[in-house]
């Protein structure tokens, strides 16, 4: 015990991550606890105490070393604290919940559309006359629609977010992720004024709602739908039949904004991108700035920002090869989003498949590369190997393919090959780490996952690159952008077609929920092989 903690206290980066580390559990133990409002005065006086004990023992490295990391545990709790209303102040929203009120609020963000009605977060400033702070969701028919900023009167009875007991998923939990505490369904709504909120979050959401009807003049259904799913992660206008196929398949991350989707792409596009003969530093450049330009399809929202991060963080890994440097930083990325945000951790299943499928991409793919190495051999080299000293190995640090001229059919067929085979590598690897929490959260396992993901994968960058193509040259020439969207149609009716033909065989998936002690033993099994590996790779 002394020696493990004298190694860690002894490394500058295992004691930053370790403080990291313990900020993270108490943001988490916080958030699976039933944690009080106003407990942070308890929290206050907390860290008073220990900030004294740390004076006196200040000289002794190990206490001092002990005590910081239960200050930055603390600090979690903390910061978790913070988030929660005190329901018995009658200046919060929630002081009204089960009562029928009159509330004056604004549109806090993007309403979003669906099938059977709309749905509008508002943020709230006054209730029967009162001054009041707060945020409630609203659920309401298609018409009359409001937009973001505008200002409403709203008379409804609140009820307080509700889940079922023993359910997997935690509606309210979901909610307070938004600042969300109040529920109100089919209330009376009246404008009082318009363009209330934020300009600038305005102009974005005006941008998104243009492109979207862009998209609708340039493609038809369901192909609009899926192409709006692939730039932004709209695919709320995607028919039921074709999101319960993508779900059935294991490919719904490709409409979705999440870390998942776009990692996956990202490596994707840069083995793409390699392979037509691009250097591994100028692909890394044109890889990030189409995550740029996916942010901005995407509206900026705080989803697709915190998708970007992290997989410009896989990005970098790849870069530099290093997966003990590379886990240090997203960790450290995590900790930075749990300030911002202390209920992603736990209660935001998007960020954690997010966080899973990087964590497979830096761990599991060389393990897997290992394995398909043993067994594929280079027509010039003889066999590919793991990097000496470690890291990344070929999946993750391909070489630039040269010229075309000077290669024989057999290397060419060869780097084909190995295209295909590390765009295996890198969805195997994600779907390895996130499968666990997939059968717990959803219960249920795609058994055509990684040969629909091969399928398809290789055609969503240049997918979405086309189709962002044809929305901005059709602002200029219409014509033109037609084109651009006819030579995608075909696109996406392939990824229709093969989603659909897989999807509605019944053996493409099964039923298989785990419950949450199954979900640990698996993830525990993962991580000792894992470590089984790194300890024996050399052999």
């Not at 006359?129 to 659920?139: D, E, P, V, Y």
């Not at 493409?508 to 300890?535: C, D, N, Q």
């Amino acid at each position: 015990m002394n020696d493990w903690l004298q190694r860690i206290i002894k490394s500058k980066s295992k004691t930053f991550l370790t403080f990291c580390f313990c900020f993270i559990a108490g943001s988490g133990i916080a958030s699976l606890s039933a944690f009080p409002a106003g407990s942070a005065y308890y929290l206050y006086l907390s860290l008073f105490l220990y900030f004294s004990i740390l004076i006196f023992f200040w000289r002794n490295l190990r206490i001092r070393f002990i005590i910081f990391g239960i200050i930055c545990l603390t600090f979690g709790l903390w910061r978790f604290s913070l988030t929660i209303p005190d329901c018995r102040n009658s200046s919060e929203l929630c002081y009204y919940n089960g009562r029928s009120v009159d509330i004056v609020g604004i549109v806090a963000d993007e309403p979003q559309q669906k099938i059977d009605g709309m749905t509008y977060i508002v943020s709230v400033s006054s209730v029967d006359g009162s001054s009041a702070t707060g945020r409630a969701i609203l659920k309401n028919r298609l018409y009359p629609a409001f937009s973001y900023g505008d200002q409403l009167k709203i008379s409804c009875r609140l009820a307080e977010p509700y889940s079922p007991p023993g359910s997997v998923f935690q509606y309210d939990k979901y909610l307070a992720r938004v600042g969300v505490w109040s529920s109100c369904n089919y209330a009376t709504l009246d404008k009082i004024s318009s363009g209330v909120g934020n300009p600038v979050l305005a102009k974005i959401f005006i941008f998104k709602s243009f492109l979207n009807s862009r998209v609708n003049l340039l493609w038809r259904e369901p192909e609009s739908s899926l192409m709006s799913g692939l730039l932004y992660g709209a695919r709320s206008s995607l028919p039921k039949y074709l999101v319960d196929d993508f779900s059935r398949t294991g490919v719904s991350h490709i409409v979705a904004v999440s870390g998942f989707n776009i990692t996956i792409i990202a490596v994707v596009l840069m083995n793409l991108l390699v392979y037509f003969g691009l250097y591994r530093q100028r692909a890394f450049y044109i890889v990030v700035a189409t995550i740029i330009l996916f942010v901005i399809f995407a509206g900026f929202t705080a989803s697709a920002i915190r998708a970007a991060v992290m997989g410009i963080v896989v990005l970098v890994a790849k870069q530099v090869g290093r997966g003990s440097a590379t886990a240090n930083v997203l960790i450290f990325t995590v900790a930075m989003m749990q300030v911002i945000n202390p209920y992603l951790l736990i209660w935001d299943v998007g960020f954690q498949l997010s966080f899973l499928a990087l964590l497979g991409l830096i761990y599991i793919a060389p393990v897997i590369n290992l394995i398909i190495n043993c067994h594929f051999k280079s027509p010039r080299s003889g066999g590919v190997g793991l990097k000496a000293g470690g890291g990344f190995a070929n999946v993750d640090q391909p070489t630039p393919t040269p010229p075309k001229r000077g290669i024989t059919p057999r290397d060419d067929n060869w780097a084909k090959l190995k295209i295909l085979r590390e765009t295996l590598i890198s969805t195997l690897s994600a779907i390895i780490a996130t499968l666990p929490l997939m059968l717990y959260q959803f219960g249920t396992l795609s058994l055509v996952a990684p040969l629909v993901n091969i399928l398809i994968l290789w055609t969503v960058p240049w997918l979405m690159l086309a189709g962002a193509a044809a929305i901005g040259v059709g602002m200029i020439l219409f014509p033109v952008g037609q084109f651009f969207a006819f030579v995608t149609h075909f696109g996406l009716s392939y990824v229709i077609m093969v989603v659909q033909f897989f999807g509605e065989q019944s053996w493409s998936h099964v039923t298989a929920p785990i419950p949450l002690w199954l979900m640990g033993i698996m993830y525990a099994i993962l991580i000792f092989g894992i470590r089984y590996y790194e300890k024996n790779k050399s052999i």
